[in-house]
């Protein structure tokens, strides 16, 4: 090769050094992907790698909640949104899975699975920061609580309700559906299900989901028979009652049948 021949070609050579250093630092690091398990087995995790983010859910048995995290300096940064709060958190690559620290508690998580179930999930819509308190009101035409019913029109404003139904009722692992319904203070909400979801523990701790599905409508307190009810009318027109126990709403969680019930107040995704 002649000396103009390698003048020629450097800038070439330079061109495509720089592409492959470019997809070397972009590249996902696979130790933080996959499903992880927590030491003491109480906590799952998923995480899948989208346009240069981590992005994944954590499920504690009764709630999920989503977070995302950037890579910086070999150790991954990010948020866990945790319905009225959001948590900063550092993780960090450790021999068999990762640990994961925030607000001075770390925890240990074991990489069970290179793999996870999170890719048909859109997670987007709950990277939000809590809503901010505000005066509760109505949607025209719908009566404003007052009286017995503003406290408990009070608790469930700005609540996110998320109920599975597991496949069996002597099985506390899977589920055969999750849906979230978002109760906005303003009178209004919005659900979403996802079919075929599962929710399991112990060394097999994930959660996945499929087949996704919505409504929307309005809400408001009513009384029946002297009993408090939650009255829903969705948009095409349909209305349903359900009872309401103040116990329930209080505890965060129950279980009715084979159907698991958790409400996150402050926790409801409304635009």
Request: charged share 15%; glycine share 12%; aromatic share 12%.
């Amino acid at each position: 090769m002649t000396p103009n021949q390698s003048t020629r070609n450097r800038p070439l050579s330079f061109f495509l050094l720089f592409c492959l250093l470019t997809i070397v630092l972009n590249a996902q690091d696979q130790r933080f992907i996959g499903t992880f398990l927590s030491a003491d087995q109480t906590l799952s995790a998923q995480t899948k790698y989208v346009d240069g983010e981590y992005q994944g859910v954590l499920s504690t048995g009764t709630a999920l909640y989503a977070y995302k995290g950037v890579m910086e300096d070999g150790v991954l940064k990010g948020e866990l949104f945790g319905g009225d709060r959001i948590f900063k958190y550092v993780s960090t690559s450790v021999d068999g899975g990762i640990t994961v620290e925030s607000e001075g508690n770390t925890v240990m998580y074991f990489q069970i699975s290179e793999t996870h179930e999170l890719a048909n999930v859109d997670l987007t819509p709950y990277f939000k920061a809590p809503p901010t308190p505000q005066t509760v009101s109505q949607p025209a035409g719908a009566p404003a609580p007052t009286g017995k019913f503003k406290d408990l029109f009070n608790i469930i404003a700005g609540s996110q309700l998320v109920y599975y139904q597991r496949t069996s009722i002597l099985n506390d692992n899977t589920a055969s559906s999750i849906t979230y319904v978002n109760f906005c203070p303003n009178g209004t909400f919005n659900m979403n299900s996802d079919s075929s979801y599962s929710v399991q523990g112990g060394r097999g701790g994930n959660v996945h989901g499929a087949s996704q599905g919505g409504g929307y409508g309005t809400w408001r307190v009513e009384e029946i028979q002297g009993a408090p009810v939650l009255a829903v009318t969705y948009a095409n027109g349909q209305g349903a009652s359900y009872p309401i126990n103040l116990a329930h709403l209080n505890a965060g969680k129950w279980r009715v049948g084979n159907t698991q019930y958790a409400i996150q107040r402050n926790g409801a995704v409304c635009q």
